[in-house]
């Protein structure tokens, strides 16, 4: 309830500094940032970035993207991948094994 999700063009600009001027949480699910491409960032003007917004990247190779570095010159609050590889990893661990994969181990492991 009250929670608008928009979808647009990356390649539009002018329109994705509009929406995240207007966002609490600006996410990222493309491999823009991902290793070839970690010099790249799917936001290329940045002036929307402020503190407050959630900056969230599914790029967890590097951990910190340029996406995610520029939000947090930004002051912005910043999410990389690695929980969503986490919870991929528990998915498909399940689905192959048929068991639970120990999570907290993993976790406390992959976290470090």
Same mark, same amino acid.
């Given at each position: 309830?009250?929670?608008?999700?928009?979808?647009?063009?990356?390649?539009?600009?002018?329109?994705?500094?509009?929406?995240?001027?207007?966002?609490?949480?600006?996410?990222?699910?493309?491999?823009?940032?991902?290793?070839?491409?970690?010099?790249?960032?799917?936001?290329?003007?940045?002036?929307?970035?402020?503190?407050?917004?959630? /900056? @969230?990247?599914?790029?967890?190779?590097?951990? *910190?993207?340029?996406?995610?570095? &520029?939000? %947090? #010159?930004?002051?912005?609050?910043?999410?990389?991948?690695?929980?969503?590889?986490?919870?991929?990893? /528990? @998915?498909?661990?399940?689905?192959?094994?048929? *068991?639970?994969?120990?999570?907290? &181990?993993? %976790? #406390?492991?992959?976290?470090?």
């Amino acid at each position: 309830p009250g929670i608008v999700v928009n979808v647009y063009d990356i390649a539009d600009t002018a329109k994705m500094t509009e929406e995240i001027q207007s966002s609490d949480i600006f996410a990222n699910a493309t491999i823009v940032g991902m290793k070839p491409m970690e010099k790249e960032s799917v936001v290329k003007d940045t002036s929307a970035f402020r503190p407050g917004l959630v /900056v @969230a990247d599914a790029v967890y190779n590097p951990e *910190e993207t340029r996406l995610l570095r &520029e939000a %947090k #010159e930004a002051g912005c609050t910043c999410l990389n991948g690695k929980g969503m590889l986490l919870w991929q990893g /528990v @998915a498909a661990f399940r689905l192959y094994t048929g *068991e639970e994969m120990p999570v907290q &181990e993993v %976790k #406390e492991m992959f976290f470090q």
